[in-house]
C-alpha cells in the first residue's frame, strides 16, 4: 500500500481551486446577484405586505384572524424564496464538485454553457441529498435534540441520578456521531457525484459501507486532515474580518449613512471569503478520494 501524501491533498487541492478561479469568480458573482435579486423581492413583498395591512386598519378595525390570511402569505413567499435560493447553492456545488472529481480545468467554454454543460444529473443529485439530509436528521439530529431535551427536564426536576444517565447518553451519542459523520466523510462525493457521472445505481445503506470500506484503517486521518482544514479556514477567517472591520473603521465617522456602508462592505467581504472557504471545502474531499484510492492501489515492484 503506498503511503498518504499530504502535497497531493491540501497543496493538489489548493493549486486545481487556482486553476479555476475565474470560473470561482463568476459562480460568486452570479450566486451573490441572486442572493441580491431574492432579497429585493422578499423586500417587495413585505412592503407590500406592510402597505396593505396599513390599508386594512385606515378603512376599519381589524382582528387578528382578518390579518392571518397576510401573514400566512408572506411566510409562504418567504419560504418559497429561501427553497429556491437553497436549490440554487445546490446546484452551484454541484457543479464544483462535478469538475473536481472529474479534476477538469474550466477552459474555452463560457461560463453559461460550462454550467449547461455539467449540469446533467443535478436533479437526481439533489433528490438524493434531500434523502441524505432527512435520513442524517433522523438518525443523528433527533437523537441528540431528545438528550437535550431529557437533560433539560432531569436538571429542572433535580434528579441526580437521571441527570448523570442523561448526560453520559448525551456525551456517548455526541462521540457516535462525530465516529458516524468522518466515517461516511465521502459519501457525497464518492458515492453522489460518482454515480451520477457513471450513471450507476444508487442507495444510502449499500453507499454507507461503501464508506466503510473507503475509509477503514484512516478514520483518525481523515479526522485530523478535516480538522486541520477547519482550523486553517478559522483562521484565514478570523484574520480577514480583523482586516475588513479596520478597513470600514473610518466610515463610522460619517453620521447616519457611514456605519450603514461600514456593515454593508464588512458583510459583502465575509460573504466573499465564506464563499471560497465553501468552494475548497467541496474540492479537498475530492482530492482525499483520489489519493486513498490511489494508497488502495498494489505498489508495482520494480523488475
Excluded at 64 to 77: C, H, K, Q, S
Excluded at 132 to 151: D, H, N
Amino acid at each position: 500500500m503506498a503511503e498518504f501524501s499530504f502535497e497531493n491533498v491540501f497543496i493538489g487541492s489548493l493549486k486545481y481551486f487556482w486553476s479555476n478561479i475565474v470560473f470561482y469568480l463568476k459562480c460568486f458573482g452570479l450566486s451573490f446577484l441572486a442572493s441580491l435579486v431574492l432579497i429585493f423581492i422578499f423586500g417587495l413583498v413585505m412592503f407590500m405586505f406592510a402597505f396593505s395591512l396599513i390599508g386594512l386598519l385606515n378603512t376599519e378595525p381589524i382582528s387578528e384572524t382578518a390579518a392571518m390570511p397576510l401573514v400566512i402569505g408572506i411566510v409562504f413567499f418567504g419560504t418559497v424564496l429561501y427553497l429556491a435560493f437553497l436549490i440554487f447553492s445546490f446546484f452551484i456545488n454541484f457543479i464544483v464538485m462535478r469538475l473536481a472529481y472529474k479534476n477538469e480545468e474550466v477552459r474555452d467554454l463560457s461560463f453559461l454553457n460550462k454550467l449547461k454543460q455539467e449540469s446533467q444529473g443535478f436533479w437526481r443529485f439533489l433528490g438524493w441529498m434531500f434523502l441524505f439530509i432527512l435520513f442524517s436528521f433522523v438518525i443523528l439530529v433527533l437523537p441528540f435534540i431528545g438528550f437535550s431535551v431529557l437533560l433539560i427536564f432531569s436538571v429542572s426536576s433535580s434528579h441526580l441520578p437521571f441527570t448523570l444517565l442523561t448526560i453520559s447518553g448525551l456525551l456517548g451519542f455526541t462521540v457516535f456521531a462525530i465516529f458516524a459523520f468522518f466515517k461516511w466523510f465521502f459519501f457525497v462525493p464518492s458515492l453522489l457525484v460518482e454515480k451520477i457521472l457513471r450513471t450507476e445505481s444508487f442507495g444510502i445503506l449499500s453507499a454507507m459501507k461503501e464508506n466503510c470500506i473507503l475509509v477503514k484503517g484512516r478514520w483518525w486521518l481523515t479526522f485530523g486532515i478535516y480538522a486541520l482544514f477547519i482550523l486553517l479556514a478559522v483562521l484565514v477567517s478570523f484574520v480577514v474580518s480583523v482586516s475588513s472591520l479596520i478597513l470600514v473603521l473610518p466610515l463610522y465617522i460619517i453620521p447616519l449613512a457611514g456605519p450603514i456602508f461600514a456593515q454593508l462592505i464588512n458583510q459583502a467581504i465575509n460573504y466573499f471569503v465564506g464563499f471560497f472557504v465553501g468552494l475548497i471545502y467541496l474540492i479537498l474531499p475530492f482530492f482525499m478520494l483520489h489519493e486513498y484510492r490511489r494508497m488502495d492501489k498494489p505498489v508495482q515492484k520494480a523488475k
